[in-house]
């Protein structure tokens, strides 16, 4: 779990891809549901299901993020991508270790770095921190939640604000960064610990 001082400093028509809807039920059937574990508490998060094979390194590496040319507005996701797209590319870096500050696979991710990293694979430039990301997009109530939301968590304290972040798979599961203890992976939004930690959902993709 990575707190916000971990972190460093018109609507396009979304399409629905059947094929990414289908490869993101297989992921999100495969995973389960899971009780959460944090590192602040002392608790070591177990490990989850082991990631598949590592892009090849060289010409058939994953590309790095997109550049969005000037004059776009950078948070707006690209025509033709939908949160299916985003929540599976996500459930792509199960496995990876947790970094402090961390925004790349080589390294690890921290939680708003997977977030950022993951979102910018789409063209979309969207901020860095947690609490930023948490004022980014449009609030949804959570009969609402689709894959590739977010999720943002009250980890240091009652009224302390948004300092934990997650990518939704479903309305139930999240994809994240967890702890300096752990690796991304996948947790349940109806957790004793996320459970109580919860403060809503926010949609970056246009509907």
């Known amino acids: 779990m990575a707190p916000a001082r971990c972190t460093p400093a018109a609507p396009a028509p979304i399409v ?31 490990p989850f299901p082991t990631p598949g094979p590592k892009a090849p390194a060289g010409d058939d590496a994953r590309p790095g993020p997109r550049v969005p040319g000037p004059g776009r507005d950078n948070t707006r996701a690209p025509a ?27 390294s690890g991710f921290d939680c708003s770095g997977l977030v950022h990293y993951v979102y910018a694979q789409y063209g979309m430039d969207i901020p860095r921190e947690v609490d930023a990301q948490y004022r980014t997009g449009t609030k949804i109530p959570d009969n609402k939640v689709q894959p590739g ?14 300092s934990h972040v997650a990518i939704a798979i479903s309305s139930r599961q999240f994809v994240h960064a967890p702890s300096s203890d752990g690796v991304v992976r996948v947790e349940a939004l109806n957790s004793t610990y996320w459970g109580r930690r919860y403060l809503g959902a926010r949609r970056l993709l246009t509907d």
């Open 16 to 46: 629905l891809h059947v094929a990414s809807r289908i490869h993101l039920a297989f992921l999100a059937a495969a995973v389960g549901l899971y009780s959460a574990g944090c590192a602040s508490t002392g608790g070591v998060p177990r």
């Open 80 to 106: 033709g991508i939908d949160g299916f797209l985003v929540a599976g590319t996500a459930l792509e870096y199960r496995g990876t270790p947790y970094r402090y500050g961390g925004s790349d696979p080589g």
């Open 149 to 162: 939301d977010l999720f943002f968590f009250e980890t240091d304290g009652k009224g302390k604000g948004a």
